[in-house]
C-alpha cells in the first residue's frame, strides 16, 4: 500500500536549527533514512517545500479565481516536505514515518493514498 508521510514543522524553529551547527547532523540523518528507505525498495519519492512564505492558495467561487499569498490557514507548524513510500501495511508506514529526522522536532502525518480501483469502504 502507498503512503504519503507529510513532514510537519515550524519554520521558525527549523531556520533556527539550520543555522545551527546541529544542521549538518541533520541532512546526514535526512540522507542516510533517505538511502535506507531507498535500498529497501519502500520510497517512491518525497522532497522538501519551500517555506509558506513563498505559497500562494487558489480558489474558485462562483467561476471566479482568486489567490492569495501564503497557507490557508495559520498553523504552527507547517508542511516542509514530504515522503511517499510503499509499505506493506500501517505499521510499517508509521516505522518508516518514525525514522524521519523530523519526527524529533515536528510531526509526521501518514496518510495512505486512496485507490480508485476498489469501491470506498
Not at 28 to 34: D, V
Not at 78 to 85: N, T
Request: with cysteine; charged share 25%; net charge negative.
Amino acid at each position: 500500500m502507498k503512503y504519503l508521510l507529510l513532514i510537519y514543522q515550524n519554520e521558525a524553529e527549523l531556520g533556527t536549527l539550520m543555522q545551527s551547527p546541529a544542521a549538518a547532523d541533520v541532512m546526514a540523518g535526512y540522507r542516510a533514512f533517505t538511502e535506507r528507505i531507498t535500498t529497501s525498495g519502500e520510497n517512491l519519492g518525497g522532497e522538501a517545500l519551500e517555506n509558506t512564505s513563498m505559497a500562494t492558495c487558489v480558489r474558485v467561487r462562483e467561476g471566479k479565481v482568486s489567490t492569495t499569498d501564503g497557507p490557508f490557514a495559520e498553523t504552527r507548524e507547517a508542511l516542509g516536505g514530504y515522503y511517499l513510500v510503499e509499505a506493506k501495511d500501517l505499521d510499517r508506514a508509521i516505522e518508516i514515518a518514525s525514522e524521519i529526522p523530523s519526527a524529533r522536532y515536528g510531526t509526521i502525518e501518514v496518510r495512505p493514498l486512496m485507490i480508485w480501483d476498489k469501491p470506498p469502504e
